[in-house]
């Protein structure tokens, strides 16, 4: 067994065709380990990969009198317990997939910490981003900086595109299904009580004008607080309107 990669999936098949040199009695088995990647914007750019095994040729197949003297075999039977189609995963299994992945997030999320850095020096925004929660399917950096309102930008636009391109991260590098939260000097708690104020304004301006309110496009988790805030209201209703990444809120009226 050997990898071997390309810029393409049949660039390192030929490489490893070149390498082992099978015989005119022989063939290569080939596995696709990974796909190639172009990448986004830096993020994610990898190599294919193939594992490649040289297998004898099968010199002669029996005839059809000597196959219907061999008994006819059973058909194989899957043992219970990987049977996962069926039956739940065992216990083991469960915890062993947990901290795997866990230990990919570990991972990941150091090349994610340079990357950030290195992104915000390319912006000439000086940041040492710190890990402050880690989990299985959860990451939340504090990026540290004396320059706080540069990296917050304009209505925290910078913030959330560093956030969102962070998921791409470390969806890209293996760790998927991560959510990655950027904070800074306590921002995301403060804009907790500015969405709270103008999920409320919003609502009153819908109740006295009687027409919809489209508000700025903003990240999953403001528009879901502002869901919360106005579901119970009993003169409004709210929708996201649009696609990511300017998916954004509609408060309207009720009736």
Known sequence: MAVFTGTTIEEAKEKARVQLKPTINQTIEFTVLQQPRHGFLGIGRRQAQVDAVIKDKEIAMPSLEEKDKQPAK??????????FAEDELDPAEIKRRQEANLKKVQATSKELIEYLTTVFKELSITVEPRIINLE???LKIDL????????????????NAMEQLSNIFMDYHGAAKVNVELDTSNYRERRQETIHNLAQKAAMEVVASGKAVFMDP???RERKQIHQE???NDHVKTYSHGREPYRSIVIAPKD
Request: glycine share 8%; no cysteine; hydrophobic share 30%.
């Open 144 to 159: 540290q900086t004396e320059e706080n309102g540069w990296v917050i930008g304009k209505h925290g636009r910078r913030i």
């Open 136 to 138: 299985a399917h959860d």
């Open 230 to 232: 106005l579901e119970d």
């Open 74 to 83: 059973e058909p194989e039977q899957k043992p219970a317990s990987l049977n």
């Open 218 to 220: 903003m990240p999953a």
